[in-house]
């Protein structure tokens, strides 16, 4: 069990889902000291029953923290299954928290997982049953595996018997109840919320039909691990349906019993996900159609998925919200739906129907908020600040993901970042020692005939599904050389990580080629198993069987199989000539660099600042403050100008922040974890040192010239008809009628993406107009309503007060023309199926934002980093790794990453803030072994490498030839290719190496 | 350093064309670094000729060794074995390294690369000549620039009338040599020198004279001594 | 030879090629299987040696693939391995060679699409030039 030190401060994090785990990881990489707790008996929460996640389709889980080493978890991590906290007392910075771990039966220590139990005993003992395990053994806690089981002691009627089964001895039949009481200085909530239960209508059959499942249990039909092993069938007859449909919005955005009036986010991406991998992985004849009412896919490049679903996959889309389902004595469905186009009804039949549900928080999140004392709001989620959103009504109370308010995984992690990180600052960073490694000393191979063993770790399912493991691993065999060769399904867990390190130990095996993922994820991973077992990390190759042979040739199966042979025979040729190499450390700047002096810019030097980080802030305009200062109001009635001054003044006054205003990035250089910037302030350019980078450049108010916008007078922005509102309300008084057009630049060819805020944008303004004019006619033409989470209420609220929503689509663009003086608004009314006038004496463009292109270009350059094609900054993995871009010690927050409201720019800037301070706290950094090493036999001192290097680093020595500083160097290999004497080898990344395999594409075994 | 540069390849493979097996050798002095015939060089010429041997349908093997320096005979004594085994070598050395190869070894010798001049560099990747090896410096008095290499007809008192805007009349790429010199003398504030008449050169020091030679006595003498002793 | 599956590499630097060859296969965006990818820090390093190893050793083409033009995470190592593509190109028409075999192309690590497309259009390339010489002498083709 877990051995709490009573007086060791802590954070306590509650809920085990991805939120509360990457809260927990972000906490103990600070070196901060983290209780994890989760009343379920293994962690991983909603995320672990999904079968893949948009918009990747796959399940990379594992890659949510891989610079974490197991040492650091150790120390600083503990985690508590099945307990629950019972009361809090005391005050932010010295609560005590009461604990309740319910007995789970299972001896943990003795434990080995071996699944006898299971076996005899199916009914009593739980290991994640219907679950996918492998989301949690993830995460490779030692404690995970043995965690996973438990026993529901009351359904075991012989003690003796289930005893007798258990080899190892782990059986506790007396385990109790234990309480612990804890020191905990501040506490992240990370609860999430339930799905809805559509059994709870009775129009849509859901619990009664057989062939209606919520969304998530159409998930688990799918998934490997699943009720029919991931083949999509029919609940009533086990077969493959050939038509679905999904209805949009069950039980939300609704005002009918049992419904809610939110908007839970999510659903519109998860359906157009599960239409696509439907069609993907079952059949491209599998006809899918989405019921919906606004199509919501307002996430960074959610619309081009959006896209792909309808003309790549051919996903049928009808707007329209079904009355209800009726079941077929075929058990089929038959559905009634409007056409918007026809004035008539049409039935149709399915032979599956999903629900797509949202969140609703549970009994159990309510009555915990009620231990906690914090406040909820009126939908029963956790109360947080609107400028302060991971903050509860109680201090020291922070919360994030959904129970704060419905949202998907990305923006779940971005909280529980934020929220760690202010959570964090209540607890004081762990003294840093140089980490005595865990790892086993290393066994040494010199000398060793080459022994190698080939894994397929096929984490889910992707590599099986296309591609015979079988066959694969059978020539890998053909190697004399190759002493073991096997597959790990379904899971790149612990358990099977455990089982390789295995067989390397007993084998002794001194190289590994593992079939996986791509190696930019997964090398860490599997390097570290290598550590674990005894290897050098870099006797390791890594074969990429899943996104660059599964994935990208499902076409051509037999092709493909014929190329899996290929690469693995590549990787085996590769790894013979592989060699133990050494680490290069460095020690790490302590300081921060801020680049952008906006809101979220500003948040985050002062947060770091506040933790004693001397943080630099560089704005190229001449005052602080960025796009806020255009910015009057949010829709939850926050004073945007008070607030930007106050931010001003803090971050001014701030002893550690150095502010330079009027300032650009001119210069830049140096490794990973030790930078130096030059930032030019008029003629002057002054050098910074700093280990970590945060990118907060924003983005720009998009001015497309549409709709007469720069050309007729009425014709306005959102932000400029914010600034009539705030400056001259007679304007506004004296208005009859005013038109919105929304999506004007965005959602387009040359833009494709959604701007996100213009649809609360409108909302918020027309709510503002009508307070001042309650006469004043708006009418908002829109192509989908995308008030997504509580935004929704505000739209509902619009719509009460009178004002006219009225849908367009590309076919049908509104036309503003001007004629005798007036302004007048063409537009087509797809309800009355006709076009329709409209005298505006204002039209507001909701012009959304777009990349500050120029600069963020530049800023790439400079740094050496990716953006996305519409010019943001492109963070490192899109779901698991949100604000950390490619290269370590760089994040970027704000709308510099895609366009979102302040409020989600203020939860970016405490996040990045967080996820700077996992790198600060860990004073020096892991640089890896690839750098060029020149041998001086063979060197011939002609120079080339002194002037090809692009960082300057080879030197000719004292001793006559040319030496490369490993500190220094960042491992390109140019001066490798350079080198006319071919004295220069990259280290991990030897000629010899690349040349096997080359041979292994060719060699025909 | 010398320079040198590759022979264009169809001039290889007509040596090579009558022989089965060859060795390409390299040396890892001027012709590397000049990126003639190091190392480098010699896998991307190995690698060219097979694959001409394949498209043209002949059989070759070509194997691949560079040497410390060609134009020392104990370095290209260590090329016994290799030699044995081939038909014929092609070699990346400058002039001086082939025909020490060529001398120690009874199989035809190609030269693989065309040996240039006496050049330095000037960026990555350019060479230009400075000294033609006329045995005889006069860079004392052009203050350090020599107008034997360097001007198109290695005049000794001052340029031709070819000189425009400080280009020969042969290329605009071309400085004139007396340009430079002058220059050079100005900035010096040595260009009284300029005045002095160099006489008449004599170019028996330069080859004139025939084929030369440098015997230094006391090396020499010592290794005629060492032989003698043992 | 309407059948001639053309074997072929891709030298692919980490950053950018290699992710949008990911990226392409994360939008299960399909190319042909005939081209396998070697991973590299940086197309800088790719040396030209090794392109003329991998025609040697029995590729129909071989093709180095980089980051955008400016956009290279070690500032120009994508422009030399242009220029080593160019030298190797000259090198090949002089044996007689089709020069086509070799190719630089240039992607950023969101180009999964273009990365497809690109490996598509080789792919046609290649298989309308026929088998290397090589490749067919080391009796592999088809």
């Known amino acids: ?1005 | 350093m010398i320079t040198a540069e590759q022979k264009p390849l169809q001039e290889i493979f007509g040596y090579i064309a009558p022989y089965e097996k060859i060795l390409v050798v390299g040396c890892n002095e001027c012709v590397t670094v000049c990126a003639a015939g190091g190392r480098k060089e010699v896998g991307l010429l190995s690698s060219a000729l097979r694959l001409h041997s394949v498209k043209a349908g002949k059989k070759l093997e070509v194997l691949e060794h560079t040497l410390e320096r060609q134009c020392d005979p104990e370095y290209v004594d260590q090329l016994k074995e290799l030699a044995g085994q081939v038909d014929a070598i092609v070699s990346l050395a400058c002039g001086c390294g082939i025909q020490t190869v060529a001398a120690q070894y009874a199989i035809p010798v190609f030269p693989g690369v065309n040996t240039k001049f006496m050049g330095a560099s000037e960026s990555q990747g350019i060479w230009a000549e400075r000294c033609m090896g006329c045995g005889d410096c006069m860079l004392g008095v052009t203050g350090g620039i020599c107008p034997v290499a360097r001007c198109s007809k290695s005049l000794m008192n001052g340029p031709c009338g070819g000189n425009s805007s400080g280009k020969c009349e042969i290329s605009e790429d071309v400085d004139c040599a007396w340009q430079l010199i002058w220059n050079r003398l100005v900035e010096l504030g040595i260009q009284d020198r300029y005045e002095e008449l160099v006489a008449a050169k004599d170019w028996r020091p330069a080859g004139g004279g025939g084929p030369r030679k440098i015997i230094r006595e006391d090396l020499a003498a010592s290794k005629i001594i060492t032989e003698d002793m043992a | 030879m309407s059948n001639f599956e053309p074997e072929i590499v891709a030298f692919c630097c980490h950053y950018c090629a290699y992710t949008a060859a990911d990226m392409a296969g994360t939008r299960r965006i399909s190319y042909p299987s005939n081209v396998k990818i070697i991973r590299v820090p940086c197309t800088g390093k790719v040396d030209a040696i090794h392109l003329m190893k991998a025609l040697e050793k029995g590729a129909d083409g071989v093709y180095v693939a980089g980051c955008l033009d400016g956009d290279c995470h070690f500032k120009n190592g994508n422009l030399r391995a242009t220029a080593h593509v160019e030298k190797i190109k000259k090198v090949l028409e002089d044996l007689g060679w089709e020069p086509e075999r070799v190719a630089m192309m240039y992607f950023s690590a969101g180009m999964g699409e273009q990365f497809a497309q690109g490996a598509k259009e080789f792919t046609e390339k290649i298989k309308s030039l026929g088998p290397s010489p090589a490749s067919q002498t080391v009796g592999k083709a088809v």
């Open chain 1, 1 to 1005: 069990m877990q051995k709490i030190k009573q007086d060791e401060k802590r954070v306590l994090v509650i809920g085990g889902g991805v939120g509360g785990i990457k809260a927990a990881l972000d906490l103990s990489e600070s070196r901060k000291q983290v209780l994890l707790i989760d009343s379920d008996y293994a962690i991983g929460g909603l995320m672990t029953q999904l079968d893949r996640t948009f918009p990747t389709n796959n399940c990379d889980l594992c890659t949510v923290s891989p610079h974490l080493s197991a040492t650091t978890r150790e120390k600083f991590l503990q985690i508590s299954p099945m307990t629950e906290l019972t009361s809090l007392s005391g005050e932010a910075g010295n609560f005590t928290a009461t604990l309740n771990t319910a007995p789970r039966f299972i001896d943990i220590d003795k434990c080995t997982a071996c699944g006898e139990c299971l076996k005899k005993f199916p009914e009593a003992v739980r290991f994640t049953p219907g679950l996918d395990p492998r989301a949690p053994t993830c995460m490779r806690y030692p404690q995970a595996t043995p965690y996973a089981y438990s026993i529901d002691m009351e359904k075991i009627d012989d003690v003796e018997a289930l005893k007798a089964v258990c080899k190892a001895g782990a059986i506790v039949p007396d385990d109790s109840e234990q309480q612990i009481q804890v020191n905990v200085a501040s506490v992240v909530l990370s609860v999430g919320a339930e799905l809805f239960n559509p059994g709870v209508l009775d129009n849509f059959g859901g619990g009664k039909f057989d062939n209606v499942v919520p969304g998530l249990e159409y998930e688990r039909i799918m998934s490997a691990s699943g009720p029919f092993q991931g083949n999509l069938v029919r609940k009533s007859d086990q077969q493959r349906p050939k038509k679905v449909a999904w209805i949009q919005c069950v039980g939300s955005r609704g005002i009918n019993r049992h419904d809610v009036s939110y908007c839970s986010s999510v659903c519109c991406m998860y359906a157009l996900k599960e239409a696509m991998v439907t069609k993907e992985r079952f059949g491209n004849d599998i006809e899918t159609t989405i019921f919906f009412m606004d199509m919501r896919t307002f996430g960074k490049d959610y619309e081009p998925y959006y896209n792909r679903a309808k003309e790549d996959f051919g996903i049928r889309l009808i707007r329209c919200r079904p009355h209800s389902i009726i079941e077929l004595p075929d058990k089929s469905l038959e559905i009634t739906y409007a056409k918007e186009d026809l004035s008539l009804m049409e039935k149709e039949q399915f032979d599956m129907v999903v629900l797509s549900t949202g969140f609703r928080p549970s009994q159990k999140t309510i009555d915990l908020a009620g231990t906690l004392g914090i406040d909820l709001t009126e939908h029963n989620f956790a109360k947080s600040g609107t400028m302060d959103p991971v903050t509860t009504s109680k201090d020291g109370v922070y919360v994030c993901g959904v129970f704060e308010s419905p949202k998907d995984i990305p923006e779940t992690l971005v909280q529980a970042s934020a929220a760690a990180s202010m959570a964090g600052t209540a607890v004081p960073s762990g003294e840093w020692v140089e980490d005595l490694s865990l790892y086993p000393p290393q066994r040494d191979v010199e000398g060793e005939d080459t022994k190698i063993g080939v894994f397929v770790v096929d984490c889910d399912g992707e590599i099986g599904q296309s591609l015979d493991i079988d066959k694969i691993l059978e020539n890998a065999k053909t190697n004399p050389d190759v002493a073991v060769a096997e597959a790990f399904n379904l899971s790149c867990s612990f358990e099977s990580m455990e089982k390789i390190e295995g067989l390397i130990k007993e084998q002794k095996l001194n190289r590994v080629v593992i079939g996986s993922g791509s190696p930019r994820i997964q090398e860490i991973m599997f390097q570290d198993m290598l550590r674990r077992a005894g290897l050098n990390p870099y006797l390791l190759e890594l074969v990429n069987l899943r996104d660059q042979n599964a994935w990208a040739h499902n076409d051509a199966p037999a092709k493909s199989l014929e190329k899996a042979f290929q690469l693995v025979q590549s990787g085996i040729s590769g790894v013979r000539k592989a060699k133990p190499l050494a680490e290069n450390m460095l020690p790490t700047s302590q300081n921060a660099l801020v680049v952008g002096g906006g809101v979220t810019g500003m948040t985050s030097a002062l947060e770091l600042a506040d933790q004693g980080t001397l943080t630099y802030l560089v704005e190229k305009a001449p005052v602080l403050g960025g796009q806020a200062l255009n910015l009057s109001q949010t829709i939850e009635g926050d004073d945007v100008a008070a607030f930007v001054k106050d931010l001003v003044n803090k971050v001014s006054a701030h002893e550690n922040i150095k502010v330079f205003i009027d300032a650009v990035i001119a210069e830049h250089k140096g490794v990973p974890g030790k930078f130096t910037t030059g930032v030019k302030i008029g003629a002057r350019t002054e050098q910074i040192d700093h280990g970590v980078t945060i990118l907060a450049t924003g983005a720009t108010p998009n001015r497309p010239a549409m709709y007469g916008l720069g050309e007729l007078d009425k014709v306005m922005t959102q932000l400029d008809l914010d600034a009539i509102l705030e400056n001259d309300e007679s304007k506004i008084k004296a208005m009859g009628q005013l038109v919105m057009i929304q999506c004007a630049g965005s959602r387009e060819a040359d833009n494709p993406n959604c701007s996100r805020i213009c649809c609360q944008a409108a909302v918020k303004n027309a709510l503002r107009l009508l307070d001042v004019n309650p006469d004043l006619e708006i009418f908002v033409l829109y192509r989908d309503i995308r008030t997504y989470g509580f935004q929704e209420d505000y739209y509902k609220t619009a719509r009460d007060k009178g004002v006219k929503f009225i849908r367009f689509d590309l076919e049908h663009r509104p036309v503003v023309r001007e004629e005798a003086g007036k302004t007048i608004v063409r537009a087509h009314d797809f309800i009355l199926g006709q076009d329709i006038e409209i005298e505006a004496d204002c039209v507001a463009l909701s012009t959304g934002l777009v990349a500050n292109t120029e600069t963020n270009k530049e800023l790439c350059g400079l740094f050496n980093l990716p953006k996305t094609e519409d010019g943001f900054f492109l963070e490192d993995h899109v779901k698991l790794k949100p604000v950390d871009m490619a290269l370590r010690g760089f994040f970027v927050a704000g709308t510099a990453h895609s366009p979102k409201v302040i409020r989600e720019s203020i939860t970016q800037a405490h996040a990045v803030a967080g996820r700077a301070r996992t790198m600060l706290a860990n004073k020096e950094i892991t640089l890896g072994a690839a750098f060029a090493t020149v041998d001086p036999v063979k060197c011939a001192v002609c120079l080339i490498c002194v002037r090809a290097c692009p960082y300057d680093v080879p030197f000719i020595n004292t001793e006559r030839h040319s030496e490369i500083d490993p500190a220094k160097c960042r491992g390109c290999g140019i001066c490798v290719a350079e080198c006319p004497a071919k004295a220069i080898q990259l280290r991990a990344w030897e000629d010899d190496q690349i040349l096997a395999k080359l041979d292994g594409l060719f060699e025909r075994v």
